[in-house]
Nanobody, 120 residues
Framework: QVQLVESGGGLVQAGGSLRLSCAAS????????MNWYRQAPGKERELVAT????????NYAESVKGRFTISRDNAKNTVYLQMSSLKPEDTAVYYC?????????????WGQGTQVTVSS
């Protein structure tokens, strides 16, 4: 059974930091690209950060570049999102996503989300 379980969300003041974790099970984690998405109330879900299966390459939304860092530990089947200099506009539910392309098919899994609230 595939599971992605996020943790680490919470309430933080502007300028503060949080580290989100996503523990994966039920699939071969090291072969999958991992992503963090977020969805604020009334807005569409947006891609925040991506890390390739080996961890050798990362990519970020412009709005979080220089403030957020995605990393992974393939030995622990876990992906992280270190968030610093948080702003009220970072308030959202953050979702962990695993994605893999096999031939012409794309497969992905989602976590249940963790709430991040940044107060001004």
């Amino acid at each position: 059974q595939v599971q992605l379980v996020e943790s680490g969300g919470g309430l933080v003041q502007a300028g503060g930091s949080l580290r989100l974790s996503c523990a994966a099970s039920g699939f071969t984690f090291r072969y999958w690209t991992m992503n963090w998405y977020r969805q604020a109330p009334g807005k569409e879900r947006e891609l925040v950060a991506t890390i390739t299966s080996s961890g050798g390459s990362t990519n970020y939304a412009e709005s979080v570049k220089g403030r957020f860092t995605i990393s992974r530990d393939n030995a622990k089947n876990t992906v992280y999102l270190q968030m610093s200099s948080l702003k009220p506009e970072d308030t959202a539910v953050y979702y962990c996503n695993a994605k893999r392309e096999v031939g012409i098919k794309e497969y992905d899994y989602w976590g249940q989300g963790t709430q991040v609230t940044v107060s001004s």
